[in-house]
């Protein structure tokens, strides 16, 4: 899976398991419920349910939070992997919940757009460093 729809899995989870236990929860709940039916998934619901309970009941609700991130990143990878086409409701729903966690945790969802025209090369990241090694370009007259 690429980089890309790995970070937006990691942003959809965050902001799935921070809005459980708050006013947000029902909204967020039936959004991702509505993803993993797109997906053709069922039986989610009693997952989000269950999980959005540990938090409610929990004398610690940020560290059952921070517990449940790694599971609903892999299975919002997972889905994103079976169905390329949830990648657009998913970064709405990472965008509309704020995905702010304990401890400076926080979900972001990066958009980029390159564009090379006219026989130009175009050299872009967005995360980490980027070497290009190569022959330097001629000038027109040299």
């Keep these: 899976m690429n980089d890309e729809l790995t970070v937006l899995a990691e942003a959809g989870a965050a902001a799935l398991v921070t809005a459980m236990a708050t006013d947000a929860w029902q909204e967020t709940r039936n959004a991702v419920v509505g993803l993993f039916r797109r997906g053709r998934r ?3 619901e009693d997952q989000l349910d269950g999980n959005a309970e540990l938090v ?3 004398a610690t609700p940020d560290d059952v939070r921070r517990a449940l991130l790694g599971y609903w990143t892999h299975e919002l990878a997972t889905l994103l992997h079976r169905d390329p086409s949830c990648r657009d409701p998913l970064a709405r729903l990472a965008d509309t919940v704020d995905g702010t966690l304990v401890d400076g945790l926080r979900a972001h969802v990066f958009v980029q ?3 090379a025209r006219d026989s130009a090369t175009l050299f872009a990241v967005q995360h980490g460093s980027q070497h290009v ?3 330097t370009a001629r000038t027109a007259g040299s």
Excluded: I
């Design 56 to 58: 409610r009941d929990s």
């Design 42 to 44: 069922a039986g989610v």
């Design 133 to 135: 090694y190569g022959r």
């Design 113 to 115: 757009t390159n564009t």
